[in-house]
C-alpha cells in the first residue's frame, strides 16, 4: 500500500501563488508516476500535472499549463506543485494521485490518492 498526504492548500487572492506538497509513505517503490488532480463542487475531477517518479517527464493539463509547475524529491518522497498566477476559477480540492505505470492524464488511471487539499482563490 502507498499512502500519500497533501498539504499547502489554502486562501490566496487572485494573481497570487500557493505551493502544495504531497508526502508519499509506504511501497513507493511500485510508483512511476505521481499527479494532481482536482475537482471543483459540481464539476468532474480534473487532470492538472503529473510527473514521472523516475524520470523528469511531466505533463499539465490545458488551463494550468505555464502558470502551474510541478516537480518532485526523491530523497523526500515528497512532491510539489507550484502554483503562480492563480485564478478564481483554479478554486477546488485538489488530490495527489500515484500509479504503478508510467503515464497517465485520467483519474481511472491512478490507484492512490490523498485526502485532499481545499484551494480557495478570491477575486
Known amino acids: 500500500q502507498v499512502q500519500l498526504v497533501e498539504s499547502g492548500g489554502g486562501l490566496v487572492q487572485a494573481g497570487g501563488s500557493l505551493r502544495l506538497s504531497c508526502a508519499a509513505s509506504g511501497r513507493t517503490f511500485n510508483i512511476y508516476t505521481t499527479g494532481w488532480f482536482r475537482q471543483a463542487p459540481g464539476k468532474a475531477r480534473e487532470f492538472v500535472a503529473r510527473?514521472?517518479?523516475?524520470?523528469?517527464?511531466?505533463a499539465y493539463g490545458d488551463p494550468v499549463k505555464g502558470r502551474f509547475t510541478i516537480s518532485r524529491d526523491d530523497a523526500k518522497n515528497t512532491m510539489y506543485l507550484q502554483m503562480n498566477s492563480l485564478e478564481p476559477e483554479d478554486t477546488a480540492v485538489y488530490y495527489c494521485?500515484?500509479?504503478?505505470?508510467?503515464?497517465?492524464?485520467?483519474?481511472?488511471?491512478?490507484?492512490?490518492w490523498g485526502q485532499g487539499t481545499q484551494v480557495t482563490v478570491s477575486s
Open positions: 494521485a500515484a500509479r504503478t505505470y508510467i503515464g497517465g492524464t485520467v483519474s481511472v488511471e491512478y490507484d492512490y
Open positions: 510527473i514521472n517518479w523516475s524520470s523528469t517527464g511531466t
